[in-house]
DNA sequence: AACCAGGACGTGA
DNA sequence: TCACGTCATGGT
């Protein structure tokens, strides 16, 4: 039992299964918690659960470069209500329709060439799943999108590494402020397999792992002095 | 009223 | 390779 998984586990603990990636049309068991975790899928991991969902997830990865998820989910919805949240509905609209529905999510002229060239891309797939690095080849994609498409998306073993991930390791010195996006995955991915009995567990683990270091650095690490009051700093 | 958010790219050194 | 400027809206 590593310091990477005792953090982990310490988290679930405290917070409990967080169901991302969320869906701007899920519909499924805790539509009861709607206007709340409208579009959370706590403890049901059936998804994406087609490909339009798929497409959601890639979407959405792209669109939250940067800025937070609740604005990323307005842009979601401008395109949903124009039922245009597929490759070829996206693809059909026109270009200054497009950057004015994902306005909200910021940089919008850049996202939405980054959208668009994707969806190039992703048409040619036909449905199979895309390799890391030929998700790298796509501008507008880098190694933390990369991640966040295949591990949501297509819930590939990728872990995926943000800026709160790298925050919380180096003020609990885990990890050297210059670590570049590899290794700190490498230290992530390496501790998790070695920790976890069955294999089978990890995915879940790092879809939630994830989304528990963000839930948690949102409160403890997003204002200066980072990590007044975390818990988990006497491991 | 600054400050920065669940990044990525282009540039110059 | 690396540091730095740029892209932009929205929340605090």
Redesign the pocket.
Known sequence: MNKIYTIYKKLYETYGAQG??PFINYDGVNRAKKGVNRGYHVLDYTFPRNSDEVFEVCTGSIL????????VVKSLENLNSKKSLTANGIESMDIQELKTAI??S??????AEYILEFIKFYKGLNGAIPTREELLN?????????D?ILLYGYNQLQF?V???TKRVLTELGLIDK?A?YHEIKLLMESSLKEAVEDKKDLLVIYQEY??LI?NHA?EFY?KKPYGQGCFLKDI
């Open positions: 991302w990636w939250t470069q940067n800025t937070t998820f609740s604005s306005k909200p910021g940089y919008y002229n850049q996202k796509i501008k507008g994609i880098g190694e933390e999108t990369a966040s995926k943000d800026a709160y210059k570049k994830h989304a963000v949102k997003s």
